[in-house]
């Protein structure tokens, strides 16, 4: 069996303290990643008094963060949704994200961060990031528009039964996608604080801990050279998952493999691997957000079938959840079926230039097309469009805003071919792209735990790096968001971190 070390060419294992001569560079709360958990944490750890560096092994701020949609999961009555017309509490916030996000979803981590979402709606606008008071209102990965509130399949069954509906969805103010905005935000608010200070073009590799095994600094590489950083109160790893190694996704999520990935190629899982080294525990590294590669316009106004010709989800859920169940349980053997109604009901700036890969006058021309048993098809789009007709759904309950009877023509597009119009042929992969959301065990604090469940001294974890809320699911916004959320408790925790003294880290001074 080969270890996801392999794809490491230095050793992760923890340097003992006592082994370092002489530290390059001294400061309390040591960050090492600079995308949007990073930059919350040295915004509260400096605010809370501390020296900050933040260690980021590119040559500037950003990261997966800035590449990202800007969607950041908030509710509790925020002022967009009151704007919009949306009476929405914390309970409700928190039912909806604990059967969105599961089976085995973190319910202490989800009911925190339910509860202080609109005190962290108003720290992130203390920061610039600007807002929108505008609700879109079509399913979408991203609006082509700069409105700033959105679905994320609230209204959808079985959560609506679980939780008052309300859009939470909040997305950056951009023309596009809005993560850039957020980290140009964050990275000025950064900019301003006198004792944080940002080192690029800088790796971390190993950890550094002292006898007592408490995380005390970091070995990181600039340009060939290492350097030995000493952490005063506490290390905090933002260094996000681990998409982009692909010897621990076959170890840990092999169902990812071959999909497309979602990050700036940066996503090694370095930070995780030198917390394990030390000592600390993960959770559901199994785990991945799925975005299948269709148009989530069209899943609502059709149907999403297996191989087999048959339903398996409720389409107007948020299509995030359609892709985990397309890639976990149906081998992304999947196609969206729909006719010459619903299509052009999607409007052509939605499209994403998609087109249909087979299209035919009746059902059982296109069920051949599609080589799915006999008669298959034809049975599921005649149950579908019979109680359509009545405005009803018994198999899966979506929407009646969504149901009406699929009549000729009709078209179905492959999901494996991904977003590639059918004349460009296969975008590769397999139609699937994914980021991981397992990672180390942290508290609501952002302290790292060991295998016993107690917390490693000096040691914290935030946004990807750790595992946040989620169980087997994933709704967009839960990244950004719970990683600034976090990631600001992680700061302040770090921040007023008791500090060993020169003697117990072996330092000579």
Request: aromatic share 8%; with cysteine.
């Amino acid at each position: 069996m080969v270890s996801h070390t392999s794809q490491f060419t230095h050793s992760v294992k923890p340097v003992p303290a006592e082994a370092v001569q002489a530290y390059d560079h001294e400061t309390d709360v040591l960050v090492v990643g600079f995308g949007c958990a990073g930059a919350a944490v040295a915004l509260e750890a400096s605010g809370a008094g501390a020296a900050v560096t933040i260690l980021e092994r590119a040559s500037g701020p950003g990261g997966s963060s800035a590449l990202s949609g800007g969607e950041i999961y908030l509710g509790g009555g925020t002022p967009v949704q009151a704007a919009c017309g949306f009476t929405d509490t914390a309970r409700d916030m928190a039912a909806y994200l604990i059967g969105a996000l599961g089976p085995d979803a973190d319910e202490e981590k989800i009911h925190v961060y339910s509860e202080h979402s609109l005190e962290h709606f108003g720290w992130l606008a203390g920061q610039g990031v600007p807002f929108k008071e505008s609700l879109w209102d079509s399913p979408t990965w991203v609006p082509p528009t700069d409105d700033g509130l959105m679905w994320m399949g609230e209204a959808a069954w079985p959560y609506n039964q679980q939780a008052a509906p309300a859009a939470r969805g909040h997305r950056v103010q951009s023309e596009g996608f809005g993560g850039k905005v957020l980290m140009d935000r964050l990275v000025e608010a950064v900019s301003t604080r006198t004792d944080a200070e940002v080192h690029a073009d800088t790796r971390a590799l190993r950890l550094i801990v002292d006898e007592q095994g408490r995380a005390c600094g970091v070995i990181a590489r600039r340009f060939g050279t290492d350097y030995a950083y000493r952490a005063r109160r506490g290390v905090v790893l933002t260094t996000g998952g681990f998409v982009d190694n692909e010897a621990m996704l076959a170890e840990h999520a092999p169902e990812l493999v071959g999909s497309a990935k979602v990050s700036d190629s940066g996503d090694d899982g370095l930070g995780i691997v030198m917390a394990q080294a030390a000592g600390a525990a993960v959770r559901r590294m199994s785990t991945g957000q799925v975005g299948i590669q269709t148009i989530p316009g069209y899943m609502t106004r059709g149907i999403v079938v297996n191989g087999h010709g048959q339903r398996f989800i409720n389409e107007d859920v948020y299509p995030g959840l359609v892709g985990i169940e397309a890639l976990y349980r149906q081998g992304m053997n999947v196609w969206v079926v729909l006719d010459e109604e619903a299509f052009e009901d999607v409007p052509e700036e939605e499209r994403w230039g998609l087109q249909p890969t087979h299209v035919a006058e009746t059902v059982a021309e296109l069920e051949k097309e599609m080589g799915l048993p006999e008669n298959a098809l034809q049975h599921t789009v005649a149950e579908y469009n019979r109680h359509a007709e009545n405005a009803e759904d018994p198999w899966f309950r979506k929407s009646a805003r969504w149901l009406r009877p699929l009549r000729a023509p009709f078209a179905a597009i492959d999901v494996r071919l991904g977003m590639a119009p059918p004349e460009g042929g296969s975008a590769g992969g397999n139609g699937a792209a994914v980021f991981t959301l397992g990672g180390l065990v942290t508290d609501t604090d952002g302290r790292v735990h060991d295998l016993d469940g107690g917390p490693i001294a000096g040691l914290y974890a935030a946004g990807r790096a750790s595992s946040g809320l989620h169980g087997g699911g994933y709704i967009s916004g839960t990244s950004l968001g719970p990683g600034t959320f976090f990631g600001r408790r992680a700061g302040l925790a770090a921040a007023g971190s008791a500090t060993a003294g020169a003697e117990a880290t072996g330092v000579q001074e």
